[in-house]
């Protein structure tokens, strides 16, 4: 019976390659859309010239994520993280930098997002591993997994995932981050992975 992958798919090269190459090495693969962001919501519409297009920016990226998922014959699931984002990320980033701190909402994102609702949210479809598009790499040899740099130094993400536990990493996979971006760019390019 071939292992079950749930995979963070946003519709971006990275992410899309991941998918491919998942199912290349012979796991059964469904891709997860991740919504943390609503425009409209939010108030967003300083610097924001297509709030106004006929499609959102968010609605655009999910097209390009179930076109990608159409392409490699898998399943998408769609889930709204919206109310997680703003409480676990974008608040506690506003409170820190009203006290003149500058933490990074990419490492919160990733502790509370991708890998804390996220994996949550995976539960319920019984995965052996989730998979992400980043660029970093896990030694799991060990008695306890590793997380470990990318190949591709310039696009490394490790310092991103630098606040993720042991637990958190136990059943993760990273299928790019033995390769750099232009080999993930002719990979996506050879499958007619337009993203």
């Given at each position: 019976?071939?292992?079950?992958?749930?995979?963070?798919?946003?519709?971006?090269?990275?992410?899309?390659?991941?998918?491919?190459?998942?199912?290349?090495?012979?796991?059964?693969?469904?891709?997860?859309?991740?919504?943390?962001?609503?425009?409209?919501?939010?108030?967003?519409?300083?610097?924001?010239?297509?709030?106004?297009?006929?499609?959102?920016?968010?609605?655009?990226?999910?097209?390009?994520a179930k076109m990608v998922a159409d392409k490699l014959g898998i399943v998408l699931h769609r889930v709204d993280f919206i109310h997680e984002y703003w409480d676990r990320v974008f608040s506690y980033f506003i409170?820190?930098?009203?006290?003149?701190?500058?933490?990074?909402?990419?490492?919160?994102?990733?502790?509370?997002?991708?890998?804390?609702?996220?994996?949550?949210?995976?539960?319920?479809?019984?995965?052996?591993?989730?998979?992400?598009?980043?660029?970093?790499?896990?030694?799991?040899?060990?008695?306890?997994?590793?997380?470990?740099?990318?190949?591709?130094?310039?696009?490394?993400?490790?310092?991103?995932?630098?606040?993720?536990?042991?637990?958190?990493?136990?059943?993760?996979?990273?299928?790019?981050?033995?390769?750099?971006?232009?080999?993930?760019?002719?990979?996506?390019?050879?499958?007619?992975?337009?993203?």
């Amino acid at each position: 019976m071939k292992k079950k992958v749930l995979i963070g798919l946003s519709g971006g090269v990275d992410s899309s390659v991941a998918a491919l190459l998942l199912l290349k090495a012979g796991y059964d693969v469904e891709g997860v859309f991740m919504r943390n962001w609503d425009s409209a919501a939010n108030m967003d519409f300083k610097g924001n010239p297509t709030l106004y297009d006929e499609i959102c920016e968010q609605e655009r990226d999910y097209q390009d994520a179930k076109m990608v998922a159409d392409k490699l014959g898998i399943v998408l699931h769609r889930v709204d993280f919206i109310h997680e984002y703003w409480d676990r990320v974008f608040s506690y980033f506003i409170d820190e930098y009203n006290k003149n701190r500058t933490p990074n909402p990419d490492v919160l994102c990733n502790n509370e997002i991708k890998f804390k609702a996220f994996v949550d949210y995976a539960q319920k479809f019984n995965p052996d591993y989730i998979a992400m598009g980043h660029y970093a790499n896990i030694d799991h040899s060990g008695e306890y997994p590793r997380l470990l740099r990318a190949y591709d130094k310039n696009k490394d993400q490790t310092y991103f995932l630098s606040q993720l536990k042991t637990e958190q990493l136990k059943n993760v996979l990273f299928p790019i981050g033995h390769l750099t971006k232009s080999e993930v760019r002719k990979l996506a390019k050879k499958a007619d992975l337009i993203t």
